[in-house]
């Protein structure tokens, strides 16, 4: 149901969309993650195995997909605040995994930041007075937490080292103003991702924006105040509701958009907006639908992201409570595509010589064939062109 029939950007294949857990007549608790009955599912990191935590809002518990396989890592479905091996939450809402596999959970309506072992204990981080944590976001040296007063979702960003302190936005104000970080304002925080370049991608209600933490400036990315659906340039995209988001290492931008059922992407290269997966009609209304072709399947309302980028999986949250994989080009994918015509061009340069004359050992330093393999490797520089004028070089020498 995942293979790729599709391309997207740099000839990368895309792939269809797949149901990997949840269903509506199966049992609460563990188990074949097909069987298994999810409330409010949302992928938060990955394990070292590629193994996806994620957290089941309604159920009050931290669980992992590994291999087919759900399982319970921390929480018991009753509400609490207790910590250790028999820990209990209360509407935790979003988390992340660090680098040495632990994995922090923002324990919303208990106002406080977790931690939980791989072994599945359970330790506060950091509590916060009367304020609550929305969502998570580990990066260079630095977590990040938004921060809320109402019930869903958050004006500020603070750091886990200092909760009390807003580095963005005004914890008891929302805006849409771009600018100075502290005369900044969010209209409402959903979700939060840092990107390779060390900045924090924001999903802001109807818009895209970023918070650079080295000039400590805000600024919007796509999207209006108002809502909409329309794919693109970046200054006429619309969006109604992005819930969730994700940046791979060449700075593609992947957002849930709830309101018009889609994944979209956001590319920064060529500024221009697009839909991944979704959309798709004559599907029964609120129902998620996996297609082996994105444009067919159906999302229902997706609030949330995670994105395994090594292998080109990207993770999705539904309101119909079940997680989706879509296939999307890799890292090692989008490497190829783009070192692909530099292939031709060692390919031409082989077959060149093979036409030299029994003279030349080696084309002499200005010789005719050298200067159209020059030319060859300026094409390959400038992308897929290359693959078209290269024979044109090649034989009319």
Known sequence: LDMCNTRGRSGCRMGGVRLVAGSETGEAGDGPALSVRLRYPRPVGLLSDGAVVFVERLENRVRVLREGVVTTLAGDGEVGCEEGMAARFNYPSSGAVDGEGRVLIADRDNSRLCSISRDGR???????DRRRPCDVAIGLGQTYVTVTDCKDGAHCISCASDLSREIAGKYSDRGAVD???????????????????????????????????????????????????????????????VRGIAVDSDLTIYVSD???????????????????????????????VPSPAPSQAAIATPYSLLLDDDRGFLYAGTGDDCLVRIRVPSKLARWRARCAPVFLVF??????????????????????????????????AAGPAASLLAPVLRYAM
Request: net charge positive.
């Open 179 to 241: 600018g100075d970080a502290l005369v900044a304002r969010f209209w409402v925080l959903y979700a939060t991702a840092v990107g390779p370049d060390g900045k924090l991608y924001l999903a802001d209600g109807n818009r895209v924006r970023v918070f650079d933490p080295t000039t400590f400036e805000v600024s919007t990315i796509a999207g209006q105040l108002e809502a909409g659906h329309r794919d693109g340039p970046l200054k006429d995209a619309l969006f109604y509701t």
């Open 347 to 380: 390919y031409l340069k082989d077959r060149l010589r093979a036409h030299l004359k029994p003279r030349y050992l080696a084309p002499p330093p200005f010789s005719h064939d050298l200067r159209a393999y020059n030319a060859l490797a300026w094409l390959a």
């Open 122 to 128: 359970t330790s506060t981080v950091a509590t916060l």
């Open 258 to 288: 709830f309101g018009n059922d889609r994944i979209r992407a956001i590319d920064l290269r060529t500024r221009h907006v697009r839909t991944v997966a979704g959309g798709a009609v004559g599907h029964p209304p609120g129902a998620t």
